[in-house]
């Protein structure tokens, strides 16, 4: 079955420390997402990469780091520099970068900060 | 600059009942809309999207949305509500100022469905 995985599920970590969320396709799409989700905000675009070795920053893009170092992977490495980064985060793929295909959700990974 | 607008962080209906699901969107030109579905720990699914084709979209599980220009809306019904539509519900546009369609989410309307 073609479709997206993140690992892991949840996701714990000590204050000062960077974590690194996995986001793998199997779709054959060029184009990948990371979104954060907070109660009550909807989602806001944290990167996006269009194609390989290429990306983007979004919205919201300070205290996140990613890759594209190949075209089924794009790792979200949230740093110590991000203040808040409790919350639930999402990755989505689409075969272009253009924004007017759907987009294909991961199942999320839940991060909280102790 | 494009926005959306989702009335009602929360919508409660009884099981048979219409649904009723309202998106307002700003936009300098004809825009992309989509509405996604989210389960409790879960991705988001596409239920529907508009692209210029008919304004009156028919999804999954039985949901559809009329785009209405003149009203900037692309509100979300279903004739009769089931248990199972339980879940938090996502309108996006994507328009092309710039040449750039990067998606803007509303906020999202949790549907609750009484028996």
């Known amino acids: 079955d073609g479709g997206i995985t993140q690992s892991p599920k949840y996701l714990f970590r000590k204050e000062g420390q960077n974590v690194t969320l996995s986001c793998e396709q199997n779709l054959n799409h060029d184009a990948m997402y990371w979104y954060r989700q907070d109660p009550g905000q909807g989602l806001r675009l944290i990167y996006y990469?269009?194609?390989?070795?290429?990306?983007q920053k979004g919205d919201i893009a300070e205290g996140y780091s990613v890759s594209r170092e190949k075209k089924e992977s794009f790792p979200l490495t949230v740093t110590s520099a991000q203040k808040n980064p409790t919350a639930f985060y999402l990755c989505?793929?689409?075969?272009?970068?253009?924004?007017?295909?759907?987009?294909?959700f991961g199942p999320g990974t839940r991060l909280t900060v102790l | 600059a494009q926005s959306v607008t989702q009335l009602g962080s929360h919508v409660s209906v009884s099981e048979g009942a219409l649904v009723l699901l309202r998106c307002n969107y700003s936009?300098?030109?004809?825009?992309?809309l989509f509405w996604y579905v989210q389960y409790p720990n879960q991705g988001l699914q596409l239920l529907l999207k508009y692209t210029s084709a008919a304004t009156l979209v028919k999804g999954i599980n039985g949901f559809e949305a009329e785009f209405k220009k003149s009203e900037t809306s692309f509100h979300l019904t279903k004739p009769s509500a089931h248990m199972s539509d339980a879940a938090e519900y996502f309108c996006a546009v994507s328009d092309p100022t710039g040449g750039s369609y990067i998606p803007t989410f509303g906020r999202g309307t949790s549907l609750i469905v009484h028996p």
């Open positions: 990469s269009q194609i390989v070795n290429d990306f």
């Open positions: 936009s300098s030109v004809p825009p992309y």
């Open positions: 989505a793929s689409s075969p272009d970068g253009t924004f007017r295909y759907t987009q294909y």
